[in-house]
């Protein structure tokens, strides 16, 4: 499992609304500038996260973006089995969403991979953005 770009600044950028909105809603213009992220790419990752009902938009002079729920009630787990779609470490299972190789019922490797996708998705499902936000995480 590799997680992409789009994971990582999706989780940056909604740690720094969470860090910054206080309720309010926060402009894309003054994440991309904190997080160091071009304007473009975040408009994609945030339509994502709005279709998913993460954040909520406001536009005109006060507008922007804000979670929609409290930091505490988004999990990690959550946040990048949207932007990655699956988190499992191999593509050749239904642990990825696909279909089973033929192979399956020989593999004597498929049982560690299905270990390991337990193991990620019960660690990540865990941690929260608040979490992160409080550098609660081990």
Do not use: H
């Not at 729920?69 to 470490?89: D, F, Q, R």
């Amino acid at each position: 499992m590799m997680v992409s770009t789009k994971g990582r600044y999706a989780l940056r950028v909604l740690i720094d609304l969470a860090v910054n909105s206080q309720g309010s809603y926060v402009s894309l213009k003054g994440v991309a500038e904190r997080q160091e992220v071009s304007m473009k790419y975040l408009e994609n990752i945030v339509a994502l996260l709005s279709k998913a009902g993460f954040v909520e938009s406001m536009r005109g002079k006060n507008g922007g973006y804000r979670l929609k729920e409290e930091p505490s009630k988004y999990t990690i787990s959550s946040v990048l089995k949207l932007t990655e779609g699956t988190l499992a470490p191999v593509s050749c299972s239904k642990l990825s969403g696909g279909t089973e190789c033929a192979r399956s019922e020989q593999c004597m490797t498929l049982p560690l991979w299905r270990k390991l996708d337990k193991i990620i998705d019960d660690y990540l499902g865990s941690v929260t953005l608040e979490d992160l936000i409080n550098r609660n995480v081990e």
